[in-house]
């Protein structure tokens, strides 16, 4: 007789995509919203249709290279950081292979199993791969969660390009003396567009994902367009 499992079958989780999710919408946030922003202060400011349509290719260029340099640095960082308590802990189980297994052993004691059974898990984890038990229970190291530069920076200035198009093309197809609404109301789009596509790939609640998103956005470019009036009324 086949028993039928106590687990639920097919289960999805989110935890996976937070290596590429969190670059990939910073990215395109701040495509949108630091494009966008741009052009307006500077449609603000009473400028060309030419201006605001170099200004935002400028932009769209030098913010995706710098996420990308931003995200890469930061995330080699963090994987210089992993790969340094690695070393430490490789070294340890070396050297003090008792001392390793005690620790091992009262982390599972700590979370709540019987002495006897946590000796016995961390005796069997240790000898399967006592680095790899180590980095995911000890350190909070494992597959999902392990800095990947490369991986982050792609995924970031792509996800910039993407945002930052919106708004130049919104400036390209609008009237000469609409540029400021047509791009700001593409823009507010785009943005709850994102925060409902973040949210779904994250299993988030949309409603508080678009209302964040969209009032930080309206709010940066209601400060840039003030800007650019107040200093273009001044020259």
Do not use: C
Request: aromatic content about 6%.
């Amino acid at each position: 007789m086949i028993m039928a499992s106590p687990f639920p079958l097919g289960e999805h989780h989110y935890s996976h995509r937070i290596g590429w999710l969190r670059a990939a919408v910073l990215g395109a946030n701040d495509g949108i919203l630091s494009t966008a922003s741009l052009m307006i202060g500077v449609a603000s400011a009473a400028a060309s249709t030419g201006a605001i349509l170099t200004a935002g290719l400028a932009g769209l260029v030098a913010g995706a290279m710098s996420m990308a340099a931003g995200e890469y640095v930061s995330v080699s960082s963090q994987a210089d950081t992993e790969q340094a308590d690695l070393e430490i802990e490789r070294a340890a189980l070396r050297d003090h292979p008792e001392a390793e297994l005690v620790e091992l052993a009262h982390i599972y004691m700590n979370r709540g199993v019987e002495k006897d059974t946590a000796y016995e898990v961390a005796r069997q984890l240790t000898e399967k791969d006592a680095l790899e038990a180590h980095a995911r229970d000890e350190l909070g190291i494992n597959e999902i969660v392990a800095a990947r530069p490369i991986q982050a920076a792609v995924s970031s200035a792509l996800s910039f390009s993407v945002g930052a198009v919106l708004p130049l093309l919104a400036a390209v197809f609008s009237p000469a003396d609409l540029v400021t609404p047509v791009v700001a109301g593409v823009s507010l789009l785009a943005l709850v567009l994102l925060g409902m596509a973040s949210a779904k790939a994250g299993g988030a609640g949309k409603f508080k994902a678009i209302v964040r998103i969209v009032f930080w956005g309206a709010a940066a470019m209601l400060v840039t367009g003030l800007i650019g009036a107040a200093f273009g009324a001044v020259v």
